[in-house]
């Protein structure tokens, strides 16, 4: 393959990288934010254990963002690879980058099966708080340890093709199985399973409950929250799909030919940038799906959150005011004792 396809399949993947990474980046970490403080400032959502995998999937998600998908668009966009010269930074990097989204994935898979089962008698008693807590903390503990390898098997090292550092896996077993196992079937095959069976599910569990004589307020909370965690599952399918497709034929098929490398990672650094964005969206899909969840938001925003701060700087606006008053009458009664 000649340089000039070379560069332009560089330069596709690096622009793309700049301005999809970029924005995911940027409209993630404020989406995510809106996201936490909906979820934990109505009572409506505090009660159910769904808004708690949705609350802790987005904590993670901007850690994740901020973590990985930043440093890729550093990395990738604009050639600037702390990981290379760092083993610390190269170790935190993949660590963090490969136990983020297994968490957050933990957290999606868990509410939608949680929806499924706060809409059947016979599971009801499943969807708890309590047991959505601990499913939560050991998802912590469990992905944390498991964090571990990218920690020992991840290095910055020199590279003997290109003699530049390079942050990559230095053990080959374990470079098989995180091609092989952890991408395709961890992050993408598994869950995305887990959540299209149980959001079918949970839809027709819905369709079930409103003909019956179930509370109105309660109804339309699981049929909210259904319709979120379902479209969302959608959207992340479309938008993961290709990668994981190509990702695993591209592993399981190799090619040897030089041109076909090239086209292969630019195809596969593109599709990962979107796939990126899945971790981003979350709170734009709740927008889109759910009128509820936009008059929830002004609420929150406005009603609760802007009226209590507004409140707190009239309440400290008056007593400076107060203060200012009393040390005007201190000063007048001074100067009436002087004379």
């Known amino acids: 393959m000649s340089s000039s396809s070379t560069q332009y399949f560089q330069s596709i993947l690096q622009n793309v990288t700049i301005y999809i990474g970029l924005s995911a980046v940027i409209g993630g970490f404020f989406g995510n934010i809106l996201n936490i ?4 400032s109505l009572k409506t959502f505090r009660e159910t254990s769904c808004a708690l995998y949705l609350t802790v999937a987005s904590t993670v998600n901007i850690c994740h963002l901020l973590a990985a998908l930043l440093s890729r668009v550093l990395i990738a966009g604009f050639m600037i ?3 290379a010269t760092s083993a610390i930074l190269c170790k935190l990097r993949q660590c963090v980058g490969g136990i983020g989204p297994l968490i957050s994935l933990t957290c999606m898979c868990a509410a939608t099966i949680d929806q499924f089962l706060s809409m059947t ?5 499943f969807s708890h708080r309590y047991t959505a807590w601990r499913l939560v903390i050991f998802a912590l503990i469990f992905w944390c340890l498991y964090g571990i390898l990218f920690l020992i098997y991840y290095d910055s090292v020199l590279s003997p093709t290109t003699g530049n550092r390079t942050c990559t896996i230095t053990n080959a077993i374990f470079g098989h199985y995180f091609n092989q196992f952890h991408i395709p079937f961890l992050l993408g095959f598994i869950p995305l399973t887990i959540r299209i069976i149980f959001g079918l599910l949970a ?14 307020v309660r109804l339309e909370r699981d049929k909210q929250l259904t319709s979120m965690v379902l479209i969302q599952t959608l959207v992340d399918i479309v938008l993961s799909f290709p990668f994981f497709i190509y990702y ?3 592993t399981y098929t190799p090619s040897l030919n030089p041109a076909v490398s090239v086209y292969s990672s630019m195809l596969i650094g593109v599709t990962n940038t979107i796939y990126y964005t899945t971790f981003s969206f979350g ?12 008059k929830q938001l002004i609420y929150v925003l406005f009603d609760v959150h802007l009226k209590y701060w507004c409140g707190i700087n009239r309440h400290q606006n008056n007593n400076r005011v107060n203060v200012q008053q009393d040390e005007n009458q201190m000063t007048s009664y001074k100067e009436c004792n002087q004379t």
């Open 121 to 125: 008698i016979r599971w009801r008693h």
């Open 203 to 216: 839809f027709i569990s819905v369709r079930k409950l409103s003909h019956r004589q179930t509370p109105v």
């Open 81 to 83: 690879d702390l990981t």
């Open 248 to 250: 695993t034929y591209s």
């Open 283 to 294: 709170f734009y899909i709740y927008c889109c799906s759910s009128s509820r969840f936009r």
């Open 37 to 40: 403080i909906i979820f934990s």
